[in-house]
Antibody
Framework: EAQLVESGGGLVQPGGSLRLSCEAS????????MSWVRQAPGKGLEWVAN????????NYVDSVKGRFTISRDNAKNSLSLQMNSLSPEDSAVYYC??????????????WGQGTTVTVSS | DIQMTQSPSSLSASIGDRVTITCRAS??????LNWYQQKTGKAPKLLLH???YFQSGVPSRFVGSGFGTDFTLTISGLQFEDFATYYC?????????FGQGTKLEIK
């Protein structure tokens, strides 16, 4: 069974940095795009970033461009999100998700349980 | 960026009812529309991709339709386990924006 497990969340001061990780098992990690999605407390879902199978292409939502970096290590079945210059608006549960394609139509069909990031002084 | 607008934002219904949630894109996205279900404290679950194609294991009472800018998710014969929040998401181009969500509650 495909499984994703996030880690690395916690409390960080405004302006600080945090690195999230997502470990994959039960799926051939290297052949899938992967995404990060976040959800602020009591709010809706926000797609944050995704990365191509080989790491050569990435996309970001405008609000995190230049501050967040998505990366992957296919040898370790691992996805990361480096978050810098954090602000309280970045406080959220962060999910990693498999970004799969069905006949050219993508969707996120496997999700982790989420890791919570709180940005506060 | 493509904006996704869902309506209603909340909906109250009874077991056995039929409900419809709509999602409108700010520009044409062809059939690049996904529907997710999220229960409190849980990760989202992909229900439908390409506007109307079921993910494995999704009951047939969930029906999606639409093309271009206007889409609907209809749930027929509501079951207890269907009370949750539903999100549409465009998968046409990044950033892959979500609608604001529709909370389906028991009447």
């Amino acid at each position: 069974e495909a499984q994703l497990v996030e880690s690395g969340g916690g409390l960080v001061q405004p302006g600080g940095s945090l690195r999230l990780s997502c470990e994959a098992s039960g799926l051939t990690f290297r052949i899938f795009w992967m995404s990060w999605v976040r959800q602020a407390p009591g709010k809706g879902l926000e797609w944050v970033a995704n990365i191509k199978e080989d790491g050569t292409e990435t996309n970001y939502v405008d609000s995190v461009k230049g501050r967040f970096t998505i990366s992957r290590d296919n040898a370790k079945n691992s996805l990361s999100l480096q978050m810098n210059s954090l602000s309280p608006e970045d406080s959220a549960v962060y999910y990693c998700a498999r970004f799969d394609f069905w006949s050219g139509f993508p969707g996120m069909d496997v999700w982790g349980q989420g890791t919570t990031v709180t940005v506060s002084s | 960026d493509i904006q996704m607008t869902q309506s209603p934002s909340s909906l109250s219904a009874s077991i056995g009812d039929r409900v419809t949630i709509t999602c409108r894109a700010s520009q044409s996205i062809a059939r690049h529309l996904n529907w997710y279900q999220q229960k409190t404290g849980k990760a989202p679950k992909l229900l439908l991709h390409a506007a109307s194609y079921f993910q494995s294991g999704v009951p047939s009472r969930f029906v999606g339709s639409g093309f271009g800018t206007d889409f609907t998710l209809t749930i027929s014969g509501l079951q207890f386990e269907d009370f949750a929040t539903y999100y549409c998401q465009q998968s046409y181009s990044p950033p892959y924006t979500f609608g604001q969500g529709t909370k389906l509650e028991i009447k």
